[in-house]
Nanobody, 121 residues
Framework: QVQLVESGGGLVQAGGSLRLSCVAS????????MAWFRQAPGKDREFVGA????????SYADSVKGRITISRDNAKNTVYLEMATLKPEDTAVYYC??????????????WGQGTQVTVSS
């Protein structure tokens, strides 16, 4: 079993930046790829990006590429999502997930509770 707890969401003005954190715990979480998804009201859950625990290899959705950075701190069991030049359309609940990689949310077995990010214009 893997437990994930996100934090760092909040209200930010357009053009601003934000860093989300996801603390992982559980016996085997280091085997998984860690991903960030987001879901805006009335929309499907959307892949944002992912990182592997072992090699730190990252992948990003085209819609956010160049504005976000995903990293991990193995010593702290924490994955970060840093977002810059935020836009109102980035407003969503952001979820941390652990799974086998890729951009499909069905590839991920474990999910955090989500953290709200609201970008005001």
């Amino acid at each position: 079993q893997v437990q994930l707890v996100e934090s760092g969401g909040g209200l930010v003005q357009a053009g601003g930046s934000l860093r989300l954190s996801c603390v992982a715990s559980g016996r085997t979480f280091s085997r998984y790829t860690m991903a960030w998804f987001r879901q805006a009201p009335g929309k499907d859950r959307e892949f944002v990006g992912a990182v592997t625990w072992s090699a730190g290899r990252t992948s990003y959705a085209d819609s956010v590429k160049g504005r976000i950075t995903i990293s991990r701190d193995n010593a702290k069991n924490t994955v970060y999502l840093e977002m810059a030049t935020l836009k109102p359309e980035d407003t969503a609940v952001y979820y941390c997930a652990a799974g086998y990689g890729g951009s499909r949310w069905t590839n991920y077995d474990y999910w955090g509770q989500g953290t709200q990010v609201t970008v005001s214009s």
